[in-house]
């Protein structure tokens, strides 16, 4: 089946420009994330939705940055007035359950690469 | 204090020895662990998951968890040259109904043939 798709995979933005970044997540997956990974890094997390609840946005690194997934599927993160410190890869995962199984896991998409200039 | 730590390395080891990664994380009240592969350029690849403490073989590959010293392992024995990837640490964070999970920075791993 389909896996975790996003997109755009690359954008490049002028610094002071607002972007949307988009997640489709694998059907019927409950629970969805934003990670923001930088060269080198691991992934850092940015929030949590479980359907269309968002209930962890605590990664959020500034009030720039806002998330949602108002159908409990699709998910968008937008930046707003994108600087350079915000180039990264922006990876969604999904997971199919909602409450904590211990053998859940997170199947990611291939990632937005963002490069703010 | 991190929730999740990894040396990052890089950790470079001869083609057929034993890689060992490490990880520490900081609550207590984690009960699942995975280890990541992710290649250059792609993304985190699930290769085990553990939440017993002891040790658990898939393979090559064999997670060791420690919840009294809050200590994850991976070994991959016989390591091969396709092993070289940067390897990720995931832990849950345990809050009320969620599935929320950190990652640690991950350690790179080359294996020279």
């Known amino acids: 089946g389909a896996g975790v798709s996003q997109s755009p995979r690359y954008k490049v933005a002028k610094r002071g420009q607002d972007v949307a970044l988009r997640c489709d997540p694998i059907s019927g997956h409950v629970s969805l994330f934003w990670y923001q990974q930088a060269l080198g890094q691991g992934p850092e997390f940015l929030t949590y939705?479980?359907?269309?609840?968002?209930?962890?946005k605590s990664g959020l690194p500034s009030d720039r940055f806002f998330a949602e997934r108002p159908e409990g599927s699709v998910s968008t993160l937008k930046i707003q007035r994108t600087q350079q410190e915000d180039s990264a890869v922006y990876l969604c995962?999904?997971?199919?359950?909602?409450?904590?199984?211990?053998?859940?896991?997170?199947?990611f998409g291939p990632g937005t690469r963002l490069t703010v200039l | 204090q991190k929730e999740v730590e990894q040396n990052s390395g890089p950790l470079s080891v001869p083609e057929g020895a034993i890689a060992s990664l490490n990880c520490t994380y900081s609550d207590r009240g984690s009960q699942s662990f995975f280890w990541y592969r992710q290649y250059s350029g792609k993304s985190p690849e699930l290769i085990m998951f553990?939440?017993?403490?002891g040790d658990k073989e898939d393979g090559r590959f064999t997670a060791q968890l420690n919840k009294a010293s809050q200590y994850v392992s991976l070994l991959i024995r016989d390591s091969q040259p396709s092993d070289s990837a940067t390897y990720l640490c995931a832990v849950d964070i345990p809050l009320q109904n969620n599935n929320d999970m950190r990652f640690g920075a991950g350690t790179r791993l080359t294996v020279k043939p």
């Open positions: 939705f479980q359907n269309e609840a968002q209930l962890d």
């Open positions: 995962a999904s997971m199919p359950a909602a409450r904590r199984e211990i053998d859940n896991e997170q199947f």
């Open positions: 553990i939440y017993s403490n």
